[in-house]
């Protein structure tokens, strides 16, 4: 779970919560919504700008999880998120699984069970299915 003295960092122009704030000496650390820190600490302003920068979009690319039943990490896609947990459903032709299998992940996420796929967003649903 986001621990409770973090506080949600609102975009300005639509007021979407895009990450967190936690006061650390007279700075703030920003995390995004997974629990990841994000840079240094830094001045409120600053800290929160960051998060405004970096968005969203980091939710809708493709991640590797650690899964305990597979021997090599699969690819999933995020598909629901909030304050106690995300849940990751699979997206690898490889796992023996149906697509969609659904895991739950406490939050703030370990970086060595789920962490970004390096090739970037990729297409979902799609890893090894042929065309045509």
Known sequence: MIPENWFPALRPDDGETVGYLDMVGEDFQPYDL?????????????AEERLGEMGLSYLARRWTFAVQDHPQPIA????ELNREAVV????D?????????PFSLPLPIDPAVLWENPDGSGPRFTQGVPNG
Do not use: K, N
Not at 34 to 46: F, I
Not at 94 to 101: A, E, I, S
């Open 88 to 91: 990751v459903i699979s997206d």
């Open 93 to 101: 032709a490889d796992y023996h699984r149906d697509f969609g299998t």
């Open 76 to 79: 999933v896609v995020i598909s």
């Open 34 to 46: 997974l629990g990841r820190p994000c840079g240094e600490p830094a001045e409120y302003t600053e």
